[in-house]
């Protein structure tokens, strides 16, 4: 992990969770303050987010949720001077809970925990670089991939079109055998594919995407057999 976020509208509980955090990961850390209030553009990097229970100006579970939406790679912990605060997070999406006032100190176990777990994590995400911020984009909701000139162009199946600066071989490298070219400009999920025609494929959104002669057969030889199983 190197981006991490801490969210309270308390600076002094800020600073000192900030000076447990760098003290167990050290100094080449980014780690960013924030309030409740401008919290949520400010965790679309992050690989870490610590959101506190308690504040003023902001809903902690619509902060983490505005979080999570923005930002589904990142791992999650509420934390509180109240222990009983963990029952007003139930029922939230969250990693983990730290009572600040904890006689055992269990944050040194819970970042090594958190370090190995977002690791994992990031084989289900694609990395990219966006407006100079580096984004996580969901392998499973990626239906196919586009090149236009120098733009690459992911299509996601809530129908946003996220853009980039990029070339296709370089996405390749970040996807695994799940996804199939089929075309110089086209990468598509396997599991988005609902037809295969002589010279297209529609997916499961409808859209149509060219197949070219190039790659037609090794297409036909991954998706025929793949529907009759």
């Known amino acids: 992990m190197e981006r991490i976020v801490i969210i309270s509208d308390e600076p002094e509980i800020r600073n ?12 080449g850390l980014q780690i960013r303050q924030q309030t409740g209030r401008d919290a949520s553009s400010q965790c679309k ?6 959101i506190h229970t308690r504040m003023s100006r902001a809903s902690s579970l619509e902060v983490a949720r505005r979080m999570k939406k923005a930002n589904p ?13 963990v029952d007003f997070i139930l029922g939230s999406d969250f990693d983990s809970f730290l009572w600040l006032r904890d006689p055992v100190d269990r944050l040194p176990a819970m970042l090594q925990t958190f370090e190995a777990r977002f690791a994992a994590n990031l084989e289900h995400f694609v990395r990219i670089k ?4 580096r984004q996580l984009l969901p392998k499973s909701s990626i239906l196919y991939v586009e090149r236009d000139y120098r733009k690459i162009i992911f299509h996601m199946d809530d129908g946003e079109l996220i853009s980039i600066y990029s070339t296709l ?28 025609h002589r010279d ?4 499961k959104d409808g859209s149509l995407i060219p197949v070219s002669r190039t790659y037609a ?13």
């Open 169 to 196: 071989d370089e996405v390749l490298q970040e996807l695994d055998d799940s996804w199939l070219r089929i075309h110089n400009s086209y990468v598509v999920q396997e599991a988005a594919i609902r037809e295969l």
């Open 16 to 27: 000192q969770l900030t000076d447990r955090v760098r003290r167990i990961l050290g100094d």
């Open 217 to 229: 057969a090794q297409a036909k030889q991954r998706i025929i057999p793949a529907a009759k199983a």
């Open 45 to 50: 990097d992050a690989d870490l987010v610590f």
């Open 130 to 133: 966006r407006r100079n911020r």
């Open 200 to 203: 297209f494929l529609k997916l």
């Open 73 to 85: 790679a990142a791992l999650l912990i509420f934390f509180s001077e109240n222990q009983e605060d």
